[in-house]
């Protein structure tokens, strides 16, 4: 996750909630990607800052750091030597395939910096450094990870070397892609100049009450089936967030309010937000006043990852021939 500030209920939801479960299933590495935070420049004022804030969210969430390691990508060496070597393995033309960069950069690709554009080797890097097995993904980061992929049969043909494996994706729960509150053809974004389009993990229970009382709705009633769902987008996400905090499956939820006003169902859905997020707003403050904390936890974190990354880079140093 970029430490590009204000956490927001999609990140929770879409992220880090999947990734506290993952932690009971593998030994997970959290990486806060500060480096990749640096292609957009007004990510960078406030860098330090942001790091510990994305380090109290996994914290308060549940993420353990005594069985996972959580750090920042800029503290370990190995992500951007790496970077550099699977560079010179990567075919421009598949750089030119990748969606993610179009849309960011947009009409203005001439002056985007180089970063944007070869951020997905970086990612791969990532991913590869650690020889991982499984990554999480969502749906804007599938193309990025099947690149990751193709890096590493890149560098294995050419050095007729089985170094690197194939890495999985780990596809995350379609229930919790979370949309604006504003417009439910959007994702709920950080960037979105409307505070009132998100709710960030944060905010207080007045504030959370507010944004949701104010969610786009529309003038027809709550719907009569997920089928309806399919052409109103904001009820559709307003149905999914209820669904994926409760864990009760939308066809419920649907035959739970189907006689009842929209007043009745947001009251409700602020109660289960208001319920989620302010057990993980309480813990972040409380771990956002201890600095020395969660610096200690980022150190503690770049020294067992750099334990792998040292070790796997002195092999690819030798299967390269590098002068020892």
């Given at each position: 996750?970029?430490?590009?500030?204000?956490?927001?209920?999609?990140?929770?939801?879409?992220?880090?909630?999947?990734?506290?479960?993952?932690?009971?299933?593998?030994?997970?590495?959290?990486?806060?990607?500060?480096?990749?935070?640096?292609?957009?420049?007004?990510?960078?004022?406030?860098?330090?800052?942001?790091?510990?804030?994305?380090?109290?969210?996994?914290?308060?969430?549940?993420?353990?750091?005594?069985?996972?390691?959580?750090?920042?990508?800029?503290?370990?060496?190995?992500?951007?030597?790496?970077?550099?070597?699977?560079?010179?393995?990567?075919?421009?033309?598949?750089?030119?395939?990748?969606?993610?960069?179009?849309?960011?950069?947009?009409k203005n690709k001439e002056k985007a910096p180089l970063g944007l554009y070869s951020y997905p080797v970086l990612?791969?890097?990532?991913?590869?450094?650690?020889?991982?097995?499984?990554?999480?993904?969502?749906?804007?980061?599938?193309?990025?990870?099947?690149?990751?992929?193709?890096?590493?049969?890149?560098?294995?043909?050419?050095?007729?070397?089985?170094?690197?494996?194939?890495?999985?994706?780990?596809?995350?729960?379609?229930?919790?892609?979370?949309?604006?509150?504003?417009?439910?053809?959007?994702?709920?974004?950080?960037?979105?100049?409307?505070?009132?389009?998100?709710?960030?993990?944060?905010?207080?229970?007045?504030?959370?009450?507010?944004?949701?009382?104010?969610?786009?709705?529309?003038?027809?009633?709550?719907?009569?089936?997920?089928?309806?769902?399919?052409?109103?987008?904001?009820?559709?996400?307003?149905?999914?967030?209820?669904?994926?905090?409760?864990?009760?499956?939308?066809?419920?939820?649907?035959?739970?309010?189907?006689?009842?006003?929209?007043?009745?169902?947001?009251?409700?859905?602020?109660?289960?937000?208001?319920?989620?997020?302010?057990?993980?707003?309480?813990?972040?403050?409380?771990?956002?006043?201890?600095?020395?904390?969660?610096?200690?936890?980022?150190?503690?974190?770049?020294?067992?990852?750099?334990?792998?990354?040292?070790?796997?880079?002195?092999?690819?140093?030798?299967?390269?021939?590098?002068?020892?």
């Amino acid at each position: 996750m970029q430490p590009t500030g204000n956490l927001h209920l999609g990140n929770y939801l879409g992220a880090i909630k999947n990734w506290v479960e993952l932690q009971k299933k593998f030994s997970c590495i959290f990486c806060i990607v500060d480096l990749h935070a640096l292609t957009v420049p007004s990510n960078c004022k406030e860098i330090k800052k942001n790091t510990l804030e994305v380090t109290a969210a996994y914290l308060a969430s549940g993420i353990n750091p005594d069985n996972q390691i959580i750090f920042s990508q800029s503290s370990v060496y190995g992500h951007s030597d790496l970077a550099w070597i699977l560079s010179c393995h990567t075919p421009i033309g598949w750089l030119n395939r990748m969606t993610q960069f179009k849309d960011k950069a947009g009409k203005n690709k001439e002056k985007a910096p180089l970063g944007l554009y070869s951020y997905p080797v970086l990612m791969a890097a990532d991913i590869l450094l650690y020889k991982a097995t499984h990554v999480p993904v969502g749906d804007d980061q599938k193309q990025h990870l099947e690149l990751s992929r193709d890096i590493s049969q890149s560098f294995n043909r050419y050095y007729e070397n089985e170094f690197f494996p194939l890495p999985e994706p780990i596809i995350l729960e379609s229930g919790a892609r979370v949309m604006s509150l504003k417009d439910g053809e959007n994702k709920m974004s950080k960037s979105d100049p409307s505070d009132n389009s998100r709710i960030n993990l944060q905010d207080s229970s007045d504030l959370i009450y507010k944004k949701i009382q104010k969610s786009k709705t529309d003038s027809d009633p709550f719907p009569t089936s997920v089928v309806n769902l399919n052409d109103r987008p904001e009820i559709s996400n307003l149905v999914g967030i209820y669904s994926t905090i409760s864990k009760i499956p939308i066809e419920k939820v649907i035959d739970m309010y189907l006689e009842k006003s929209f007043s009745v169902f947001k009251k409700d859905l602020y109660e289960i937000v208001n319920n989620e997020i302010s057990v993980v707003s309480d813990k972040m403050n409380r771990l956002l006043d201890d600095e020395t904390y969660l610096s200690k936890i980022l150190r503690n974190g770049a020294e067992k990852a750099s334990v792998i990354t040292e070790r796997n880079l002195k092999e690819i140093r030798e299967i390269i021939g590098f002068f020892k």
